[in-house]
T-cell receptor
């Protein structure tokens, strides 16, 4: 089983709909992140969380919200989806107890908003 | 502020040829550097990392990278390309104790038969 699991893997929806992307991990890491990937732009940070009570905005948080339901679960919501939120979304984790460790990524959610 | 520049959004090499993917970083403090690979329909996987110590770092699948402080570079190389190396590669930087990982815009490697 994957260490970082994202659901759904693909989603097509309409403008104005509310969407939730879910992420769960079995690595025991305290830090979790949400990124979006767009062609030619690399990965951009949406939100990150260091523990259940710690949520922080990244560089492109407008139009998104998150919830850290447990150490292992971190969900991303689009309250009212718009077409320019069409992208590939990744959840990642890292071990905050050890400095400068790499991140571990899920396989992504491909989101299309019509 | 930290930043990462990957020169060349697309690189093509022949099978068996040298692979060279370029990464330059900007950081006011000693950086920690990573290379990731992304295969189609998958997430990013760690290829190798540099934190401290030896500046030539070996990773998985025959890849290696050399940290050159004077050139602020961390280029990724592989002596002989294989068809299975076709993927997108990302360079990333972070610095001691921070939450922030800064990614380059990626280089898509194509391997020609």
């Amino acid at each position: 089983d994957a260490d970082v699991t994202q659901t759904p893997r693909n989603r097509i929806t309409k403008t104005g709909k509310r969407i939730m992307l879910e992420c769960s991990q079995t690595k025991g890491h305290d830090r979790m992140y949400w990124y979006r990937q767009d062609p030619g732009l690399g990965l951009r940070l949406i939100y990150y969380s260091f523990d259940v009570k710690d949520i922080n905005k990244g560089e492109i948080s407008d139009g998104y919200s998150v919830s850290r339901q447990a150490q292992a679960k971190f969900s991303l919501s689009l309250e009212s989806a718009i077409p320019n939120q069409t992208a590939l979304y990744f959840c990642a984790t890292s071990d905050g107890g050890r400095l400068n460790q790499p991140q571990h990524f899920g396989d992504g959610t491909r989101l299309s908003i019509l | 502020a930290q930043s990462v520049t990957q020169l060349g959004s697309h690189v093509s090499v022949s099978e068996g040829a040298l692979v060279l993917l370029r990464c330059n970083y900007s950081s006011s403090v000693p950086p920690y550097l990573f290379w990731y690979v992304q295969y189609p329909n998958q997430g990013l996987q760690l290829l190798l990392k540099y934190t401290t110590g030896a500046t030539l770092v070996k990773g998985i699948n025959g890849f290696e990278a050399e940290f050159k402080k004077s050139e602020t570079s961390f280029h990724l190389t592989k002596p002989s390309a294989h068809m299975s190396d076709a993927a997108e590669y990302f360079c990333a930087v972070t610095q001691g104790g921070t939450y922030k990982y800064i990614f380059g815009t990626g280089t898509r490697l194509k391997v020609l038969a």
